[in-house]
């Protein structure tokens, strides 16, 4: 079956250091993979998404490529900030669905 | 512009005791699920609906009912509470499903004692 494995945190960063949390999926046919953000008490957010194979996906300074032969879809970012802290999730659909399979989530914290 | 709406926000049941979390949306959105997320484990998928009147089995179904009669809400309700139930229910929709992005509540906390 579909399934995303992700690295396990968690990840402690010193302020405007290089992120990169790691994501690799499982999935039959061809799917759209994402990338969601939790900060404290609230819900997930979409960061970014990708929908074909070296799509590019980026927001707020986040980055991800759909690489279909790694079955890879990792998060980076240049310099992070204290406001990046957050679990971070990394999910994909089929579009022949109507399932997302989450990550288990990558806790991150940024220091000052 | 309030998005999806869940309540309530924290919740306390004993074991056996049945109750419904409620999950609204303003957004006219044909799909909506509901997740529950525990430690070590991310988000698994407990029900779903492509539109009213329709619902469908998702990862982790058990102890859980849920219907579709409007749009705009679809309710959670457990009919017995079990200690394995604890956990942070989150609800989710999305224009049409598919690859749609979700768009999520802010979560109810539930404690089964």
């Known amino acids: 079956g579909d399934s995303v494995t992700q690295m396990e945190g968690p990840v402690t960063l010193s302020e405007e250091a290089f992120l990169t949390i790691n994501c690799t999926y499982t999935?039959?046919?061809?799917?759209?993979l994402f990338w969601y953000v939790q900060y404290p008490g609230e819900g997930l957010q979409l960061l970014l998404k990708?929908?074909?194979?070296?799509d590019k996906g980026s927001n707020k300074g986040f980055e991800a490529t759909y690489r279909k032969e790694t079955t890879s879809f990792h998060l980076e970012k240049g310099s992070v900030q204290v406001s990046d802290s957050a679990v971070y999730f990394c999910?994909?659909?089929?579009?022949?669905?109507?399932?997302?399979?989450f990550g288990t989530g990558t806790s991150l914290t940024v220091i000052p | 512009n309030a998005g999806v709406t869940q309540t309530p926000k924290f919740q306390v049941l004993k074991t056996g005791q049945s109750m419904t979390l409620q999950c609204a949306q303003d957004?006219?959105?044909?799909?909506m699920s509901w997740y529950r997320q525990d430690p070590g484990m991310g988000l698994r998928l407990i029900h779903y609906?492509?539109?009213?009147?329709?619902?469908d089995q998702g990862e982790v179904p058990n102890g859980y009912n849920v219907s579709r009669s409007t749009t705009e809400d679809f309710p959670l309700r457990l009919l017995s509470a079990a200690p394995s139930q604890t956990s942070v229910y989150f609800c989710?929709?999305?224009?049409?499903?598919?690859?749609?992005?979700?768009?999520f509540g802010n979560g109810t906390r539930l404690t089964v004692t």
């Open positions: 989710a929709s999305s224009y049409r499903g598919g690859i749609e992005p979700l768009h």
């Open positions: 999935a039959t046919g061809y799917p759209s």
């Open positions: 990708a929908t074909k194979a070296d």
């Open positions: 999910a994909l659909t089929s579009n022949t669905g109507n399932q997302f399979y």
């Open positions: 957004m006219n959105h044909e799909y």
């Open positions: 609906s492509v539109g009213a009147g329709i619902t």
